[in-house]
C-alpha cells in the first residue's frame, strides 16, 4: 500500500462521482479508497481514491492548508471512512503515505491553463472533422448543379440591391429609433418614428420572400395550403437571414432590404425588441464567413422547406 498500487490506466476518463453508478473497468468492485477505505472512484493524483480523499487532496494542496494542520493525538489517528474528517494532519499524512503526489495538483491559473488547452483541442479536432468530412463528400451531380443554379438565380433576382447594396444603402438617422416612448400591447415600448420608417420596407421584403419561394420548383410544386403554411413558419427567418449576411462591421449597422442601414438599438427601438440582439448575433456571426450567394440562397431554401 505505501507504494501505491501499479496498474495500467486504460483511459483519461479515469474518475467520475460515486453518485453516478460508474466503475471504470480497471477497478476491482468495490475496491476501496487507500486513504479511508471508502468506496474508490479512479486514479486520483497517481491513487486509487474516493472522491472525499481526491477532494481533500486536492484542496489542501491548491490552498497550502497542510502547514496550519494540527493533531490532537501526537500524530496517530487512525483514517478510516468514519474518522477521516476528525483529524486533516493525520488524513493528510496518509495521502502522501499511500503515494499521492503532490506535484499533479494544478493552482488555478494551470488548471484554466489546461482547460483552455482541452477546448482549443476539442475545437481543432471539431475543425479537422469537418474538413475530412467535406473533403470525403461526393461531387454533386448533374441533376444537383442544376438545382443549385435555381436556388442561386431565385435569391439574386429576389434579393434587393444585389450585391451593389452597400454602395445603395442609406442610414437611417440617429436620432431615430434612440428614444422609445409609445408602450405596445406586451408593455415594450416602442420609437414610432422608427417604427413608421420599417414598416415602409416589410411588405416588399415580405414579397421578395414569396416570389423567391415560387421560383423554386420543389416549392411550386406543393398545394397551396403547404406553401401558405411553409411561407408562415420561414419568412420571418428569411428576411433576417437576408438582413444578417448584410452586417457591416465598421458601422455596426445591418442593411434591411437593401436599402436601409439600422444600428441595433435602432432595430430593437422600431418595434423587434430582443429579437434585433439576435438577428445582429447571427450578423456578426455569419461576417466571418463572407457567405457568397450560393450559400445564401441554399440557407434559404433549408428554412423554407424546414419551417
Not at 505505501?2 to 475496491?31: A, H, V
Not at 496550519?68 to 474528517?85: A, E, F, L, P, Q
Not at 423567391?212 to 428569411?238: H, T, V
Request: proline content about 4%; charged content about 30%; overall charge positive.
Amino acid at each position: 500500500w505505501l507504494n501505491g498500487p501499479k496498474r495500467k490506466r486504460k483511459n483519461s476518463q479515469c474518475s467520475l462521482k460515486s453518485m453516478s453508478g460508474y466503475i471504470p473497468s480497471y477497478l476491482e468492485k468495490d475496491e476501496p479508497c487507500v486513504v479511508c477505505g471508502d468506496k474508490a472512484t479512479g486514479y486520483h493524483y497517481r491513487c486509487i481514491t474516493c472522491e472525499g480523499c481526491k477532494g481533500f487532496f486536492r484542496r489542501t494542496i491548491q490552498k497550502n492548508l497542510h502547514p496550519s494542520y494540527s493533531c490532537k493525538y501526537d500524530g496517530c489517528c487512525i483514517i478510516d471512512k468514519i474518522t477521516r474528517n476528525q483529524c486533516q494532519l493525520c488524513r493528510f499524512k496518509k495521502c502522501i503515505a499511500v503515494g499521492m503526489a503532490m506535484d499533479l495538483v494544478l493552482d488555478e491559473a494551470k488548471r484554466v491553463a489546461k482547460r483552455r488547452l482541452i477546448e482549443e483541442n476539442r475545437e481543432k479536432r471539431k475543425k479537422e472533422e469537418m474538413v475530412k468530412t467535406l473533403q470525403n463528400r461526393p461531387e454533386p451531380t448533374v441533376t444537383e448543379w442544376e438545382l443549385i443554379r435555381i436556388v442561386t438565380e431565385a435569391h439574386r433576382h429576389t434579393n434587393a440591391q444585389g450585391s451593389h447594396w452597400k454602395q445603395k444603402r442609406k442610414f437611417l438617422p440617429e436620432d431615430i429609433g434612440q428614444s422609445p416612448v409609445a408602450p405596445t400591447s406586451d408593455g415594450d415600448k416602442v420609437d414610432l418614428e422608427a417604427f413608421s420608417e420599417f414598416t415602409k420596407i416589410i411588405t416588399p421584403a415580405i414579397t421578395r420572400v414569396v416570389d423567391f419561394a415560387k421560383k423554386l420548383p420543389m416549392f411550386s410544386e406543393l398545394p397551396c395550403e403547404d406553401q401558405i403554411i411553409l411561407l408562415k413558419g420561414c419568412c420571418m427567418e428569411i428576411m433576417s437571414l437576408r438582413a444578417a449576411v448584410r452586417y457591416d462591421p465598421e458601422s455596426d449597422t445591418l442593411t434591411l432590404s437593401g436599402e436601409m442601414a439600422v444600428k441595433r438599438e435602432q432595430l430593437k427601438n422600431g418595434g423587434l425588441g430582443v429579437v434585433s440582439d439576435a438577428i445582429f448575433d447571427l450578423g456578426v456571426s455569419l461576417a466571418q464567413f463572407n457567405l457568397d450567394d450560393t450559400e445564401v440562397a441554399l440557407l434559404q431554401a433549408v428554412l423554407l422547406m424546414s419551417s
